[in-house]
C-alpha cells in the first residue's frame, strides 16, 4: 500500500523537481550569460525622464486598501458560487437553501459597504 501512495505521486513529484530546476536554472543563467555594459545612464533611476523629487515610497490612503479587499471578497464570492453552479442539480434543495442564505449575507455584507461609503470614490 505505501508503495501505491508513492507511486500516485510521482507525477506530481517529478513536475515539482522540473519546476523548481527551471526557477533556479533560468535567473542562475541570465546573470552569467547575459550583456554586462554598466553606464551611469542605465544604472540612474529612470521616471518619465526627470530627475526624482522626494521620496519614493510615499503613503497611499486606506479607500485604496478597501478597495482590494472588497475585490478579493468579490473574488471569492464568485469562487464559491462556479462550483455550486456546476452541481446544482446534485445538491438540491439543500443545495438551494445553502447558497440562498450564503447568497443574502453576502448581498447584505455589500449594501452595508454600500451605505458606509466605502464605495465612494473623492
Do not use: C, H
Request: hydrophobic share 60%; no cysteine.
Amino acid at each position: 500500500m505505501p508503495n501505491q501512495i508513492l507511486v500516485d505521486y510521482l507525477p506530481l513529484a517529478v513536475l515539482l523537481g522540473i519546476a523548481l530546476f527551471f526557477a533556479l536554472l533560468l535567473p542562475i543563467l541570465s546573470l552569467n550569460l547575459g550583456p554586462k555594459r554598466p553606464s551611469w545612464r542605465k544604472q540612474a533611476p529612470y521616471e518619465s525622464g526627470m530627475t526624482a523629487i522626494g521620496e519614493a515610497q510615499r503613503r497611499l490612503p486606506v479607500k485604496f486598501y478597501r478597495i482590494a479587499v472588497l475585490f478579493i471578497l468579490f473574488d471569492v464570492d464568485i469562487i464559491l458560487l462556479v462550483p455550486w453552479a456546476m452541481t446544482f442539480r446534485d445538491l438540491g434543495y439543500y443545495g438551494l437553501a445553502v447558497m440562498f442564505i450564503f447568497m443574502v449575507m453576502f448581498i447584505l455584507g455589500d449594501v452595508w459597504v454600500w451605505k458606509k461609503g466605502v464605495l465612494e470614490w473623492e
